[in-house]
């Protein structure tokens, strides 16, 4: 090789290397910026609940699980499903994204017995306007509880 020859080599070596580098450092900026269009695009579609009104379903749900009823109706409640207003039966307000209205009537249908409900399983729900608790074979446990249930529904 000649001395010129070489040197164009290590030129041109080293204007690969460079757009290597240049390329790299595009393809990081774009992976940044992939990144932030994903996060972007999560947060604007999770109009995710408030935890404490999501591990309220999921304890009304446990609840009637506990007590024996059927729980078929609430299966789709899932933890891992993080935007409880989603779920079935649940609706939520538009900008407060606090659950409004509950209907989980008819959950324990099929009940051999009947069932004393915790009246404080709806305490979470600070905005609830709408709770539909009827086909469920509940005795008593609302009627004891009345003073929880106006302070629900002030
Ligand atoms: C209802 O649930 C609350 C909170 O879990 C508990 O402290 C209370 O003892 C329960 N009341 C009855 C009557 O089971
Ligand atoms: C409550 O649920 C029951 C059973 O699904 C239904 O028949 C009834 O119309 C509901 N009540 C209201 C006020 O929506």
């Known amino acids: 090789m000649h001395a010129e020859d070489k040197f164009v080599y290590k030129r041109r070596l080293a204007f690969v290397v460079c757009e290597a580098e240049g390329a790299l450092l ?24 408030l935890q404490e009104e999501r591990s309220g379903l999921l304890g009304i749900k446990a609840w009637f699980g506990h007590a024996g009823a059927g729980s078929y109706w609430l299966q789709g409640w899932d933890k891992e ?13 538009s900008t407060t994204n606090r659950v409004i209205q509950l209907d989980i009537s008819a959950v324990n249908y099929y009940a051999r017995e009947d069932l004393y409900l ?34 629900l529904f002030n």
């Open 118 to 151: 915790n009246a404080s399983l709806f305490l979470p729900f600070k905005e609830l306007e709408f709770l539909n608790l009827s086909g469920n074979r509940l005795a008593g446990g609302l009627k004891n509880q009345g003073s929880l249930l106006s302070i």
């Open 81 to 93: 499903d993080l935007n409880c207003c989603d779920w079935d039966w649940v609706w939520c307000d």
């Open 26 to 49: 595009r393809m990081r900026q774009l992976w940044v910026w992939m990144l932030l269009m994903a996060l972007a695009f999560v947060t604007d579609r999770c109009h995710c609940c």
